[in-house]
């Protein structure tokens, strides 16, 4: 027999332990992609403010003033999105003043970009008053609006109400099952 590779292993391995219809209540929540995302960006006003850095807004001050947040709680938002490596916290002097530090998206931070357009694109549709959105996103390089959509593997687009199906992924682990008596 021929050397499987690994993820075909992998794939034989899960199907000896897995059941083939699962039920989401047999896995362990705490180990969810989005919960373990929403740690990290679930706070209040943390996508407020990553918001205002993909606009360019990155000094504390500014910040803080822009968006109307105690000073104390952005404090803590951004030692938050340092900690989690989704911001990088960079030293700048002015002529003739103390050092001070601005903060600027990571790799990890931009490819939050989506999830934001996202959000924006759920409250344009279904939170905009009568005057329509209030804020529109293009490209810079062709003025066209920038969408996001759910698309499949093989290209297929998605609306909201398409059904899906969850799966067990290599990193799943099942809620400990009692023992039966």
């Keep these: 027999m021929a050397s499987l590779g690994f ?3 992998l794939i034989r391995r899960m199907i000896g332990v ?3 219809v699962m039920d989401p209540r047999q896995l362990e929540s705490s180990v969810c992609s989005i919960a ?3 740690e ?4 209040p006003w943390t996508l407020l403010v990553l918001r205002d850095m993909f606009n360019g807004v990155r000094r504390f001050d500014e910040l803080a003033e822009h968006l109307g947040i105690a000073r104390n709680v952005l404090t803590r938002r951004l030692a938050g999105l340092v900690d989690a ?3 990088e916290k960079v030293s700048y002097r002015e002529p003739g003043q103390r050092a001070r530090h601005e903060y600027r998206l990571t790799e990890a931070g931009w490819a939050l970009r989506p999830v934001l357009i996202a959000v924006m694109a759920y409250g344009d549709e279904h939170l905009a008053g009568s005057d329509g959105p209030p804020l529109r996103v ?3 390089g062709c003025g066209g609006e920038i969408t996001v959509r759910m698309e499949c593997a093989h290209g297929h687009t998605l609306t909201p109400r398409d059904r899906l199906r969850a799966i067990p992924g290599p990193g799943a682990r099942y809620v400990p099952t009692p023992p039966t008596p």
């Design 7 to 9: 993820d075909a292993q």
């Design 18 to 20: 897995m059941p083939a």
């Design 36 to 38: 373990r995302t929403m």
């Design 40 to 43: 990290l960006i679930g706070h």
């Design 85 to 87: 490596g989704l911001v």
């Design 138 to 140: 293009e490209h810079a």
